[in-house]
């Protein structure tokens, strides 16, 4: 079971890391205007369209994957493997799965950027890094999720064998 010291300093990493990610967003709309308003990319009217086509449709398919793929992640009890962190597995998993997630997000605001760069049409980079937004919005890590996922796990075992590990007791003491 997942104490609420492991919980708290588990979910403010996740959310640390979840402030970062979401200021560059901010940042894309704050600075690419600024660092790419006078650039001239030569790119075909035809071209520019295929692409911002694409990179809109490649934005809605990469949201419905995020959703399916955090899902799956966060479903099912899969064995605790020891986190090489020292972390509890549940926040562990929990920040691999936030990763994830909100690296997928983050990459639709990277769209924008994209065609910001490409096309200079500001309602490119806004609708799109506003969708990247809500999607980190939506996704934002919460203690809840790690506590269901610590429930789901199967229970750990003592680590090393020595009881009470997990406090701190044995453990000074080595092997027998």
């Given at each position: 079971?997942?104490?609420?010291q492991?919980?708290?300093?588990?979910?403010?990493?996740v959310?640390g890391i979840?402030?970062?990610?979401?200021?560059?967003?901010?940042l894309?709309?704050a600075?690419?205007?600024?660092?790419?308003?006078?650039?001239?990319?030569?790119f075909t009217?035809e071209?520019?369209?295929?692409l911002?086509?694409g990179?809109?449709?490649?934005a809605?398919?990469?949201?419905?994957?995020?959703?399916v793929?955090r899902?799956?992640?966060?479903s099912?009890?899969?064995?605790?493997?020891p986190?090489?962190?020292g972390?509890h597995?549940?926040v562990?998993?929990?920040?691999?799965?936030?990763?994830?997630?909100?690296?997928?997000?983050?990459?639709?605001?990277?769209?924008g950027?994209?065609?910001?760069?490409?096309?200079?049409?500001?309602?490119?980079?806004?609708l799109?890094?506003?969708?990247s937004?809500a999607?980190?919005l939506l996704y934002?890590?919460k203690k809840?999720?790690i506590?269901?996922?610590?429930?789901?796990?199967?229970?750990?075992?003592?680590?090393?064998?020595?009881?009470?590990?997990?406090?701190?007791?044995?453990?000074?003491r080595g092997?027998?």
């Amino acid at each position: 079971m997942i104490t609420e010291q492991e919980l708290h300093r588990g979910i403010a990493v996740v959310r640390g890391i979840w402030v970062a990610l979401f200021a560059s967003l901010i940042l894309y709309v704050a600075m690419a205007p600024m660092v790419f308003g006078t650039a001239t990319v030569t790119f075909t009217e035809e071209g520019y369209r295929t692409l911002r086509l694409g990179l809109y449709g490649g934005a809605l398919l990469t949201l419905v994957l995020t959703w399916v793929i955090r899902r799956s992640l966060l479903s099912g009890s899969r064995p605790a493997k020891p986190a090489r962190s020292g972390q509890h597995p549940a926040v562990a998993r929990y920040i691999a799965v936030m990763m994830v997630t909100m690296g997928m997000s983050e990459a639709i605001g990277v769209y924008g950027l994209i065609l910001y760069v490409l096309g200079q049409q500001r309602q490119d980079l806004y609708l799109l890094t506003l969708l990247s937004a809500a999607a980190m919005l939506l996704y934002f890590p919460k203690k809840e999720e790690i506590v269901a996922l610590d429930q789901a796990m199967p229970p750990q075992p003592q680590q090393w064998g020595w009881p009470n590990c997990s406090s701190g007791e044995g453990a000074a003491r080595g092997p027998r």
